[in-house]
């Protein structure tokens, strides 16, 4: 699953992408289709017809469905929940959540932009959307909707650290570096903020402050294998191969270490 969209991107996105694969590969690896048959289209019109007495048990079908990577299912009951109006906007980003996950972006994205610009929801919208178009690549619009989560919410963690990713995104390293600290200096402990300054760090050539703070994480109770790549992503973007490769292997097989390492090479390669 790790960097597997390699294959589809352009030499003038190497260093974007070697961001965008270490910290959203969430999004990767799901290619169900959800256009709708007859007989689906039939399943959501009688979802439309949900009592106000069976919504929340839908609901709470479709986030366990959700839960259990059942997305197509989760989809359709989050369908008929939100085919109820008025629709809840909280819900409404939720389905939206779950397309994205699916990898049904332009799907997502009309979820989100139903949630009206008054709502008290608005700033998952906005989130959404910009990761949204941060899986599209169109990172121009990755920011618009960053800058609007931060003009709306100018405290809030997630919209500081989006913010930061959408700079990175459009190799503006030290703006968004900006952001990972502020975060940083509020919350020290926050993993995803200092995950990404590293990572940002690295993608500007700042690679001993990043392998610093990135080894800490790594070395921590809370390490992951997450960490440990994003650890080897940043010793492959420094050339450091052999480490890189001895950080591969501790969570891939050694044909996804190799592929790895190609990539990593390929990037290097394409920022000098």
Do not use: W
């Amino acid at each position: 699953m790790y960097l597997e969209k390699r294959a589809h991107m352009t030499q003038s996105l190497c260093r974007r992408f070697a961001l965008i694969a270490a910290i959203s590969f969430v999004l990767a690896g799901c290619s169900e289709s959800f256009a709708a048959t007859d007989a689906e289209d039939e399943q959501q019109a009688q979802q439309a017809q949900l009592a106000p007495e069976q919504r929340d048990p839908a609901l709470r079908l479709a986030r366990a469905s959700r839960a259990a990577g059942d997305l197509a299912s989760s989809i359709n009951l989050y369908r008929g929940v939100t085919a109820m109006k008025p629709a809840d906007p909280a819900i409404m980003i939720e389905l939206g959540d779950t397309l994205l996950q699916a990898g049904g972006v332009d799907d997502a994205i009309d979820a989100y932009n139903q949630v009206p610009e008054t709502s008290n929801a608005r700033l998952g919208a906005l989130l959404g959307l910009e990761r949204a178009y941060f899986a599209l690549g169109e990172f121009g619009k990755e920011l618009e909707y960053a800058d609007k989560a931060v003009a709306l919410a100018p405290n809030d963690e997630k919209a500081l650290i989006g913010c930061g990713v959408a700079l990175d995104s459009l190799d503006r390293h030290e703006e968004a570096q900006t952001y990972y600290r502020t975060v940083i200096a509020a919350t020290p402990h926050n993993l995803a903020a200092r995950n990404d300054l590293a990572l940002s760090l690295a993608l500007s050539g700042k690679f001993e402050e990043a392998i610093e703070i990135m080894t800490s994480i790594a070395r921590s109770t809370t390490s992951t294998p997450r960490t440990r790549q994003n650890l080897a992503l940043i010793y492959g973007l420094m050339g450091e191969r052999e480490r890189a490769k001895e950080l591969s292997l501790v969570d891939l097989s050694p044909s996804d270490t190799e592929a790895n390492l190609q990539f990593f090479d390929l990037v290097r390669s394409a920022s000098k």
